[in-house]
């Protein structure tokens, strides 16, 4: 059984950072590629960013320059770090891992993360 916990999330101001770490159980993390989504109050979760087993990434554009997503295999953890932060991008994070190639959809993960909190509000 593979599991997804996050970690990270909390209040911050406007142009402020924060780091959210995503550890997965299991032997097998290399082989899975990981995403960010989040999901703001009263709007469908939103995909924020995905990373490759060899460690591509791609990311949604509202984030780009902003948020940088890595992985360790080593210590079977993904980082999203977010910088500059803007109130838009409030919501609660979720980490997924998908055994395959990267996806923009998140129907397409097979195991989730029960989310962490991001507020951004002065």
């Known amino acids: 059984q593979v599991q997804v916990v996050e970690s990270g999330g909390g209040l911050v101001q406007p142009g402020g950072s924060l780091s959210l770490s995503c550890v997965v159980s299991g032997p097998t993390f290399s082989e899975y590629s990981m995403g960010w989504f989040r999901q703001a109050p009263g709007k469908e979760r939103e995909f924020v960013a995905t990373?490759?087993?060899?460690?591509?990434?791609t990311s949604v554009n509202s984030v780009k320059g902003r948020f940088t997503f890595s992985r360790d295999n080593a210590k079977n953890t993904v980082y999203l770090q977010m910088n500059n932060l803007k109130p838009e991008d409030t919501g609660v994070y979720y980490c997924?891992?998908?055994?395959?190639?990267?996806?923009?959809?998140?129907?397409?993960?097979?195991?989730w993360g029960q989310g962490t909190q991001v507020t951004v509000s002065s």
């Open positions: 990373i490759s087993t060899s460690g591509d990434t």
């Open positions: 997924a891992a998908l055994h395959g190639s990267i996806s923009m959809l998140d129907w397409e993960y097979d195991f």
